[in-house]
């Protein structure tokens, strides 16, 4: 079946970085868009940015530019979002999402989550 | 790019029906008809219950329907279940720089 599958809990101290895995199974990893959203505890969704594993190329949420970095492993079907010089306010679960758009008509839709990565940022 | 707007909280009593509003602007919601609304129960990932302000996923019952009217996007739940208890979200594609932005959520009740 189609699932994302995401990497385990991270605990960070401020200034550090997090890299967050995401492991796509059950269709063709380059023919849909992944995103990353994340939410605080607490609060809304929140959309940090996006790769096409396709060809590599990013578009990123203006208030991560600079700290966000995707990318992907087409071998071992993964996504990958890295945000650094993590602060307080950071602390989140991180999904990552899949959208059509690629070989398939977009519907500006997140069809498929992950379970969730939680990040805790605290010194 | 700001939030859309949605209200925090909504309530409704079993078979009733109870619509979630979703305001955006000319830049997204008004512009665009790819709105799209998600499921999320507690400790749970999102689910997509609609997508293209009106179509639902294959398995998603029919007591969910979406509507758009300039800024303004609608999720109307009729039937209401206990399960339909849950937090609710509109996003749209709000064009080739922002691509996304997610509403700030509504708490849905079932009394």
């Known amino acids: 079946q189609v699932q994302l599958v995401q990497s385990g809990a991270e605990v960070k101290k401020p200034g550090a970085s997090v890299k967050v895995s995401c492991k796509a199974s059950?269709?063709?990893?380059?023919?849909?868009?992944m995103h990353w959203v994340r939410q605080a505890p607490g609060q809304g969704l929140e959309w940090m940015g996006r790769?096409?594993?396709?060809?590599?190329?990013?578009n990123y949420a203006q208030k991560f530019q600079g700290r966000v970095t995707m990318t992907r492993d087409t071998s071992i079907s993964t996504a990958y979002m890295e945000l650094s010089r993590l602060r307080s306010d950071d602390t989140a679960v991180y999904y990552c999402?899949?959208?059509?758009?690629?070989?398939?008509?977009?519907?500006?839709?997140?069809?498929?989550w992950g379970q969730g990565t939680m990040v805790t940022v605290s010194s | 790019q700001s939030a859309l707007t949605q209200p925090a909280s909504v309530s409704g009593s079993p078979g009733q029906s109870i619509t979630i509003s979703c305001t955006g602007t000319?830049?997204?919601?008004?512009?665009?008809?790819?709105v799209s609304w998600y499921q999320q129960h507690p400790g749970k990932a999102p689910k997509l219950m609609i997508y293209?302000?009106?179509k639902r996923p294959s398995g998603v019952s029919n007591r969910f329907s979406g509507s758009k009217s300039g800024n303004t996007a609608s999720l109307t739940i009729s039937g209401l279940q206990a399960e339909d208890e849950a937090d609710y979200y509109c996003?749209?594609?709000?064009?080739?720089?922002?691509?996304?932005?997610f509403g700030g959520g509504t708490k849905l009740t079932v009394l």
């Open positions: 999402a899949r959208a059509p758009g690629i070989a398939v008509a977009g519907t500006g839709a997140f069809d498929i």
């Open positions: 059950g269709y063709t990893f380059t023919g849909y868009y």
């Open positions: 790769i096409n594993p396709n060809s590599g190329g990013t």
């Open positions: 000319s830049s997204d919601v008004g512009s665009y008809n790819l």
């Open positions: 293209e302000v009106s």
């Open positions: 996003c749209s594609y709000a064009g080739s720089s922002t691509l996304r932005v």
